[in-house]
């Protein structure tokens, strides 16, 4: 079936590394994403991964692409507190035509300063 | 470039009550979602809308319609509201099958008493 985990919350302080985990189970998913929704806002695409990838970096961001294991990671260095929000990693289930994201619960980070 | 508008941005309705929400974009996507946001549950799909004309079922689609009035709307109707309701409802769109990141709207806040 399709179900996409992560835990629900990551505490870090100001200046820390956090590591947002998630494991996912539709191993046909081309892309994996990673989105960032602020307080009272919608999510936004905030980086993702090519399947037949293992790393991706991005300025602060590093994405880590586990398909054996079916885990994705994603690590946000010098950790600000503009960081606090919740992240949903998701995959893409379906076939062309009925293509639907499938969502994580989300990860809300609370960054201390 | 608006992207992604809802509305409205907050509403309370009594158990019984109908009402629909509006979702509007202007990216020329052909696929629209619509989705609901509750507290450690994730972003969970009610319907979705691959493209101008169809509509199929999401993972929870009992209590609502939708109607994919043109390519740029899509609107979701609680015919009888019922306490189970209350939730942040997302509209979001892309062109998933070039593999294009979702846009979402900004959300609506419903309260079913």
């Known amino acids: 079936g399709e179900d996409v985990e992560q835990s629900l919350f990551l505490s870090v302080r100001e200046g820390d590394s956090s590591v947002i985990n998630c494991t996912y189970t539709d191993s046909s998913s081309t892309y994996l994403y990673w989105y960032k929704q602020e307080p009272g806002a919608g999510l936004q695409l905030l980086t993702y991964?090519?399947?037949?990838?293992d790393m991706k970096q991005d300025q602060r961001l590093t994405v880590l692409l586990n398909k054996k294991d079916k885990h994705l990671s994603l690590r946000i260095a010098d950790t600000q507190t503009g960081d606090s929000a919740i992240y949903f990693c998701a995959e893409i289930g379906g076939t062309s035509g009925t293509y639907k994201y499938i969502f994580g619960t989300g990860t809300r980070l609370k960054v201390l300063a | 470039n608006a992207g992604v508008t809802q509305t409205p941005k907050f509403q309370v309705l009594k158990t019984g009550q109908s009402m629909t929400l509006q979702c509007a974009q202007d990216?020329?996507?052909?696929?629209m979602y619509w989705y609901r946001q509750d507290p450690g549950m994730g972003l969970r799909l009610i319907y979705y809308s691959a493209s101008e004309g169809t509509t199929d079922k999401g993972e929870v689609p009992n209590g609502y319609n939708v109607s994919r009035l043109n390519k740029r709307e899509f609107s979701l109707r609680l015919e009888s509201a019922a306490p189970s309701q209350t939730s942040v409802y997302f509209c979001?769109?892309?062109?998933?099958?070039?593999?294009?990141?979702?846009?979402f709207g900004s959300g609506t806040q419903l309260s079913v008493l």
């Open positions: 990216m020329n996507h052909n696929s």
């Open positions: 979001a769109s892309s062109d998933l099958d070039l593999n294009e990141k979702l846009f």
């Open positions: 991964i090519f399947s037949n990838m």
